[in-house]
């Protein structure tokens, strides 16, 4: 084996960490890039799309929706990926007899 | 609009104020399923382990649900339904905000707590740091925020009681206590648990037959809904209004929500009631579902009750259109849906305060007694009898701030406890999982900053000082701190680690990042 278990382990936590941050990243930037709409630019969300549907509405649930998207992805990947190589790493771990 | 006519007078009186026979009904019926509950959960009580986490065998599934359960506040059926019919979109800002916290709870918090704590989200923090100063700097943060949050659900539900059951304030306040106190003293956990069960399992169903009939007034479209509201009340009502006149208030609040979900104490504790840190993970996602599902519907029963029922009745019977969500029942379905939408709305708060009684008590027991005071030396049996104890005590507590805070406006409430937990839970929780370099004296001091500097900024914001004391202006500009007070509490967080410096701490990283990932040995 060219790496030690503890490098497999601590590369795969640094995946882990990288997905988790990308991932709040994305939800900061979606949430308060709704805000900042709602703080900065009124009149744009209150353009009009179709009877009764404003752009600021249709943002609105889809804050919700993509919200949820997101923890999906995260599960996703989590499940398949991460858990299968923790998995891995943990019947072949050195310090567990 | 001349069906709708047809189908249903409209309302121009209520039964609201007057006893409610079927909430009694649907309220007693909750109670006695509740209480039965209780006792099964009672006779599998017998560790602590049972008690704080219920045994670590509620699966993924129930555990979303129990989350959702703890999460759903009475604050936001009535409270988001109430400030949709009355302000339109303005109020739908509260909808995604109160959602956009569980992805963060998600990605950063969720898997490593459940790998790394037993009980508290303070063992998090504590698990490489020096026990005492962490225990007890995160006990005042977790039962500041325990107690606002309790006494916004105490007050609502002593007011949504005495308005629909006829009794006395303080009686409603003395029944939600004794009710909670049994749950949680008997069944802990484990009844807890399956009390959020039935009670997200009402809201959802309550909310959806709401929505699902008030929908059905314009043809099950949302969108002929919004329409109908437009041609009413103006299109303003779709687009953002007065509620934002302050973009730095709206982003504010906005950051007390995103990260105060990530650093709620009765929330956190609900991870360790799942096998491992793959259901935990699990559960957040059933939970966001739900919980989004549920704001959705608010979109729904905000704008129902604007158009059918009309702001200027829903104001007539309370000021701050907490009343919405009941008086759109009452269109829909007279006063037997009316009664069966309080006893729901009743039931989240009961529930939502046996929850948070639950985690104070643990606060006060795991945190405080057994680790700080016994330093970890206490038998099974005295731990168990310290956590009941120390339930009776949280609910006793409650009770007496519920009478104390009678009439007052509270709304604040929430969004102060989401400011605390924001500020003061989730830095130093964040900062302990992700930095080598975090000391106990800079969790410590961030935890202790955090929370008193929400408090003392709070007391001087335009909240406080200018509706509550009627001041004509505020020292403090913003209405939550959040904004000032998250950045304030990781600078301190991060400045104090450098100057006191905990070379233990820092060996032990590498062994709790190990364990954060692969979960406790023997689990």
């Known amino acids: ?97 | 609009m001349t069906h709708l006519l047809a189908a249903a007078a409209p309302l121009t009186s209520t039964a609201i104020g007057q006893p409610n026979r079927v909430a009694m009904v649907f309220f007693f019926v909750f109670i006695a399923i509740t209480m039965g509950i209780t006792w099964w959960a009672a006779r599998r009580t017998k560790t602590t382990e049972h008690f704080y986490a219920a045994g670590r065998t509620v699966s993924p599934g129930q555990n979303g649900l129990a989350l959702a359960g703890d999460y759903m506040s009475a604050a936001s059926f009535l409270g988001i339904a109430g400030l949709v019919s009355t302000t339109g979109f303005d109020g739908l800002i509260y909808s995604t905000g109160w959602l956009v916290g569980w992805p963060v709870v998600l990605f950063l918090i969720a898997e490593p707590l459940r790998n790394l704590g037993r009980y508290t989200f303070t063992d998090v923090v504590a698990a490489r740091l020096q026990q005492t100063p962490i225990r007890i700097a995160a006990a005042i943060g977790t039962l500041a925020t325990v107690t606002l949050y309790l006494i916004a659900q105490m007050v609502g539900a002593g007011g949504l009681i005495k308005l629909m059951f006829g009794i006395s304030y303080n009686q409603a306040i003395v029944i939600v206590g004794a009710a909670m106190i049994a749950y949680v003293l008997f069944g802990g956990m484990i009844a807890t648990t399956w009390v959020q069960i039935v009670k997200a399992g009402l809201l959802l169903g309550g909310a959806s037959i709401l929505g699902v009939l008030a929908l059905s007034h314009f043809g099950m479209s949302p969108t002929r809904l919004f329409a109908a509201a437009a041609e009413k009340y103006g299109d303003a009502v779709l687009a953002p209004g007065k509620l934002v006149s302050k973009p730095l208030d709206t982003i504010s609040l906005g950051m007390a929500l995103m990260f105060g979900t990530a650093g709620l104490p009765h929330i956190l504790m609900r991870f360790y009631t799942v096998r491992d840190a793959r259901a935990a993970r699990t559960s957040v996602f059933y939970a966001t579902g739900l919980i989004g599902y549920f704001y959705l519907m608010t979109f729904i029963l905000g704008f129902g009750a604007m158009t059918l029922v009309g702001p200027d009745l829903i104001k007539s019977v309370d000021k701050g259109g907490n009343m919405a969500a009941p008086l759109l029942a009452e269109f829909l379905g007279g006063t037997p849906f009316l009664g069966f939408i309080a006893a729901v709305a009743f039931a989240t708060i009961l529930a939502v305060v046996a929850g948070l009684t639950l985690s104070g008590a643990a606060a006060l027991s795991h945190d405080l007694w057994v680790s700080v005071a016994r330093k970890g030396h206490a038998d099974q049996r005295e731990q168990l009898a310290v956590a009941r104890i120390a339930s009776v005590a949280m609910g006793i507590v409650a009770v007496l701030l519920g009478i104390t805070f009678q009439g007052q406006n509270v709304a604040f409430m929430v969004g102060l406890a989401f400011a605390i937990a924001a500020s003061a839970n989730f830095p130093a929780l964040a900062l302990s999982i992700f930095w080598r370099g975090c000391s106990t004296a800079g969790a410590a001091t961030s935890m202790i900053v955090g929370t008193f500097t929400t408090l003392v900024l709070i007391y001087f914001s335009p909240t406080v000082q200018v509706d509550i004391l009627k001041h004509p202006s505020a020292w403090f500009a913003l209405k939550n701190p959040a904004l000032l007070t998250i950045p304030l509490s990781f600078a301190v967080g991060i400045v104090v680690s450098l100057l006191v410096p905990d070379r233990d701490a820092e060996h032990r990283f590498a062994q709790v990042q190990r364990q954060m990932h692969m979960g406790a040995a023997g689990e």
């Open chain 1, 1 to 97: 084996m060219t790496t030690t278990h503890a490098e497999q382990l601590r590369a795969l936590a640094a995946a882990r960490w990288r997905m988790a941050l990308g991932l709040t990243l994305a939800m900061v930037v979606l949430y308060f890039g709704f805000i900042a709409l709602i703080a900065f630019n009124k009149p744009l969300l209150a353009t009009r799309l179709a009877p009764g549907l404003s752009l600021g509405i249709l943002l609105g649930a889809l804050v919700i929706v993509v919200s949820w998207l997101l923890t999906w992805v995260y599960v996703a990947w989590a499940n398949r990926r991460y858990d299968v190589e923790l998995h891995r790493l943990k019947t072949s771990d050195p310090q567990r007899s």
